[in-house]
């Protein structure tokens, strides 16, 4: 998103020394095929995701229309299966994960003062394997036999039952995990070995250290999740029984390996949205943020927890009363580190300086939206309540406040907030107002309601119903298509102008109350930054000059 607007192309001298002609701004296609500037790789890595965030709208949008009333309206039901497993195979893999990691690209070496990401081409590298993965992905739509439609859980028997597209789907899930593990590697090694001087561990900003914790997740998950559907490809192909109990093999044995890869990546899609929320709340309350340190340990608490809770989404395969007690009792712990980082947010407010501009506006729909879907988790780790709503759209209506109001909210707060950094333009005010108000107002038409047809009994991953469920789901899927509508708008009337460069110039630091390295460089960000590591004041969120002035940049 920055630099399609022509960026400056040195630093001021406090911020870097300016590059020398082997650095040149490269132009034309090379520039974003070939270049290793983080940047421009972050830039494609959010164009990317919003892409696949269409993508995985429209096929969210296919099962509203599809739903919204009783009979078959418009699919059989394997196309519809199929429409369900790839939504949510691309807005996991394909939209919310590369989002997360176009931002740490964007900001982490700007707020550690660095010049680049530790590993520049292996993270040109890691980019590059994702639009073949996606097209891996979409493409056995136009096959025989159509797209997987095993749910994304990817569940045997299932899965071992599908035609060629299963086996499209494991190989994409491959090279996006490979994608995500290099990212990760690029970024603690960034963080850890990066820093400018005089910015300790305990200095950073928090979106820093919420990265820093997902990227060991993933490194630590990623190949759970490969062996797991590693597994699935042997069992469809060369004959083993890991889970076909023909041969011996158990299906449940793969719930176990895909949940302890499954329920981290629920943390690896929302601890950077904390991140995300950690800076805009300070900002625009116009204090420090309240508790850094135990949010720090916070993160790093529910980052453990999440290794030791996976079984609670399998309360209903047998398992013995001890098991469902420890998962139950483990699951509810989550909710201290998380209620500590909600409290936290609400105490940096506390008698603070707010002003509701958009980046404000979407953290405070995430922590009310976000809070609603974390108190609809502690409801169903009671395992006798989890029984009785398994399967059914209660669990729907749970994560999808968790990874839509949650994730996804965080990002446009994440983007209304730094995009006059990344664009040099200001966005429209009124535009992104209108965009959070019919967002927040249609999530909620299009997902609350699910919670009531769940506890009804309404099964997910069904294309038909009967006619009790009918009025709860007419309002749900007018509720998602204003939602859908929302992001066009988005799309069309903030996100494409930005591009264009249309809009007021940003200053440097646009938000009075913003902090942080990223608000001592001009806007756009020049497209080498901190070539030398840059002097640091003893908060480590300003530069050090010596001009005469006491003014490194342009002022706000």
Not at 189 to 198: D, E, I, K, Y
Not at 320 to 340: D, E, H, I, K, R
Not at 399 to 410: C, E, I, N, P, R
Not at 443 to 458: C, D, E, K, Q
Request: proline share 8%.
């Amino acid at each position: 998103m920055s630099t399609l607007a022509p960026p400056t192309t040195a630093a001021p001298a406090d911020a870097g020394a300016a590059p020398d002609e082997h650095h040149a701004l490269p132009h034309g296609w090379r520039r974003w095929l070939m270049g290793t500037n983080h940047k421009d790789i972050g830039t494609l890595y959010l164009l990317f995701s919003f892409g696949m965030l269409l993508v995985g709208g429209v096929l969210a949008l296919a099962i509203r229309a599809e739903l919204f009333q009783p009979g078959l309206q418009f699919f059989n039901p394997e196309l519809y299966n199929q429409f369900v497993t790839i939504h949510g195979l691309v807005m996991v893999f394909g939209a919310i994960m590369p989002a997360f990691v176009g931002f740490a690209n964007w900001m982490i070496p700007l707020q550690v003062g660095a010049s680049d990401m530790a590993f520049a081409r292996m993270n040109n590298f890691s980019f590059w394997l994702l639009p073949p993965a996606a097209v891996l992905l979409i493409v056995p739509f136009f096959m025989s036999g159509g797209a997987a439609a095993s749910g994304w859980t990817l569940y045997p028997p299932l899965s071992l039952q599908m035609g060629p597209a299963m086996d499209f789907g494991i190989f994409a899930i491959h090279i996006m995990g490979a994608s995500s593990i290099m990212g990760a590697i690029n970024i603690i090694v960034t963080v850890l070995n990066m820093r400018a001087p005089g910015m300790t561990l305990m200095k950073m900003p928090l979106f820093c250290w919420t990265w820093l914790i997902t990227a060991y997740l993933l490194i630590a998950v990623m190949p759970v999740l490969a062996g797991a559907v590693t597994m699935l490809l042997t069992e469809r192909h060369f004959g083993t029984s890991f889970f076909n109990p023909s041969g011996g093999g158990d299906p449940v044995l793969f719930q176990h390996i895909f949940w302890f890869f499954g329920h981290p990546e629920v943390y690896i899609m929302i601890l950077p949205a904390f991140g995300i929320i950690s800076q805009v709340v300070p900002a625009f309350s116009r204090k420090k943020l309240f508790g850094y340190s135990s949010m720090v340990y916070a993160t790093a608490s529910i980052a453990i927890l999440s290794f030791i809770v996976w079984a609670h989404h399998m309360f209903t395969t047998g398992m013995p009363v001890t098991g469902q007690l420890f998962f139950m009792y483990a699951t509810m712990l989550v909710a201290v580190p998380t209620a500590v980082k909600v409290f936290n947010w609400i105490a940096t407010m506390w008698q603070g300086s707010i002003t509701l501009e958009t980046p404000m506006l979407f953290a405070l729909g995430f922590i009310f939206v976000f809070s609603i879907g974390g108190l609809s988790g502690v409801i169903l780790s009671v395992s006798p309540v989890d029984i009785q709503v398994h399967d059914t759209h209660y669990v729907v209506a749970h994560f999808h406040y968790v990874l839509v109001a949650g994730s996804l909210f965080a990002m446009f707060a994440g983007y209304y907030y730094w995009s006059p950094k990344w664009t040099g333009v200001m966005y429209a005010e009124r535009r992104g107002q209108i965009h959070f108000w019919v967002s927040i107002l249609s999530f909620n038409v299009g997902f609350f309601p699910l919670h009531f047809l769940g506890l009804a009994g309404m099964p997910r991953r069904y294309a038909d119903y009967p006619m009790q469920f009918a009025d709860f789901n007419l309002v749900a899927s007018l509720g998602a298509f204003a939602f859908g509508l929302a992001q066009a708008w988005f799309a069309l009337f903030v996100l494409w102008p930005a591009l264009r460069g249309r809009g007021r110039p940003a200053p440097a630091r646009p938000w009075e109350g913003a902090e942080g390295l990223e608000w001592e460089v001009p806007s756009p960000a020049p497209f080498h930054t901190f070539e030398t590591p840059p002097r640091l004041d003893a908060t480590a969120t300003r530069i050090v000059t010596d001009a005469p002035t006491g003014a490194p940049h342009e002022p706000a």
